[in-house]
């Protein structure tokens, strides 16, 4: 038994909320955003290759939105902010939320319903 099964529209919704994020992210940020999320999420060690100035800025932004969104500081916005146009940063946060959301749920359901999904 997966979530898709268990409630389809929610999954749907979800599912639908990703496809748009494919759309309007650059496709390398939201493969970044999935590589930090999954990692972090899934408690590996290895944080990954963080090859640029732009990759270790915009995990910087990810790793806070998931340990603490409340404790984001201007700073951290800031410098991630700077790579993207006019409302682009909004989409970015947008989607690694529904990224985030997406990996919990496969994890936890995983975990719970005995599958792997």
Same mark, same amino acid.
């Given at each position: 038994m997966? &979530?898709?099964?268990?409630?389809? +529209?929610?999954?749907? $919704?979800?599912?639908a909320?990703y496809a748009r994020?494919? +759309?309007v992210v650059?496709?390398?940020?939201?493969?970044?955003? +999935?590589?930090?999320? *999954?990692?972090?999420?899934?408690?590996?060690?290895?944080?990954?290759?963080?090859?640029?100035t732009?990759?270790? +800025? &915009?995990?910087?932004?990810?790793?806070?939105?998931?340990?603490?969104?409340?404790?984001l500081?201007?700073?951290t916005?800031k410098? $991630?902010?700077?790579?993207?146009?006019?409302?682009?940063?909004?989409?970015?946060v947008?989607?690694?939320?529904i990224? *985030? $959301?997406?990996?919990r749920?496969?994890?936890?359901s995983?975990?719970? &319903?005995?599958?792997?999904?």
């Amino acid at each position: 038994m997966s &979530l898709s099964d268990l409630q389809p +529209e929610a999954m749907a $919704a979800l599912d639908a909320a990703y496809a748009r994020a494919t +759309e309007v992210v650059d496709p390398y940020f939201l493969y970044l955003a +999935e590589s930090r999320i *999954e990692q972090m999420l899934s408690g590996s060690d290895s944080p990954g290759a963080l090859v640029t100035t732009q990759d270790l +800025e &915009l995990s910087e932004l990810v790793d806070q939105m998931l340990i603490d969104v409340a404790g984001l500081d201007d700073k951290t916005a800031k410098r $991630a902010g700077r790579y993207f146009d006019d409302g682009g940063m909004a989409d970015f946060v947008t989607a690694s939320y529904i990224i *985030e $959301a997406r990996t919990r749920l496969r994890i936890m359901s995983d975990r719970l &319903l005995g599958g792997k999904s």
